[in-house]
């Protein structure tokens, strides 16, 4: 192994340290007793459970970190890339087809490690706490739909991505970001009214009290909103959310059905009242054009590493290729892949709390906000208490306790 070699690896094993240091210290930091935000939220079993669910989750995350990475390392130091890059070779197919069939045995590996814990998420980690609604037949629908998926969208997109580096040379990295964000803008299009109806059932919110008290609140800000929908969220889990996707005429505001069941009208206002806010903030906006820079850098990073030799050296490949290079450069992105996230999710967590702002200054029912925000922590067994450093690493919504804080004290700032 070679310097650039050293380098991944020891990016790979830092960054796995650095989850397990944030789990580590999330766990020492649970208390027994009950914050005092919560106090009648939560009765002492309930909190309790919250606490177990934590445990059991993080020793969970743990299992299946470790199984990653030692996959990785052994298929790795036994000369497995190697091996199925000469495979493929041997078929003497064209360079796009030999690169489809690399990656693709590589993906197609990588999820069928994932299944088994991913089953065992669902019907055992989830059910045991009450949460799971997912029947079998779904849980394998739902993989047949993301294979679908990933073959349809997936495979033209990496086609191209392989032929651009393979014939264009210096301009492939500004061709790729072109495609990448033709194809990140279709998807803020056809997401809502092509992809999510796949998966789940979108029902226009009936008339009533509740659809004539967020139309009220939607006119009283001005907000032109055509589409309220009712998600059967229910389907895989109780939890409960609610999202908004689209822009212009196509926004649309989702509310799972579970949320709708456990919560007031002043709470469900409050809380679309926060995702309007999202959208009159330009978050999404925002979030979108922070992908896009992110996809620029990466395609520019990747030009630079894509014939390096030394990249190819370092996993026993003595003739570079695209799709090998796309692969090594992969492992080689994590870190900054890291920190990147790290600085969006900083970004994410102060779009959460203007949101927030905006619905308790905007919306009557604003105050409801807090109260929903506690509903759904004690729902979802949420931990309160998140350790800071586990935030700063993981978490894109500000923990709980100080967004319930930063609405009751509404107006004062907060970090
Ligand atoms: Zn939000």
Redesign the pocket.
Known sequence: MNPIGFMILAALVLAAALDFLADALNLRRMRETLPAAFAGWYDPERYRQSQAYLRVNTRFGWLVALVDLAVLLIFWLCGGFRWLDEWVRGLSLAPVFSGLIFIGVLVAAKSLISQPFSVYATFVIEARFGFNQTTWRTFLLDRIKGIGLALLLGGPLLAAVLLFFQYTGGNAWWYCWLLAVAFMLLMHYIAPTWIMPLFNRFTPLPAGELRAAITAYARRIDFGLDNIFVMDGSKRSTKANAFFTGFGRHRRIALFDTLIHKHSVDELVAVLA??MG?YQQKHIFKMLLVGIAQAGLMFYLLSWFISYPALFAAFGIGTPSVHAGLVFFGLLYTPLDLMIGMAVQHISRR??FA?DRFAVTTAPQGAALATALKKLSVDSLSNLDPHPFYVFLHYS?PPVMQRVAAIEGAGHSQG
């Open positions: 926060h995702e999202h779009h959460e949101a919504h």
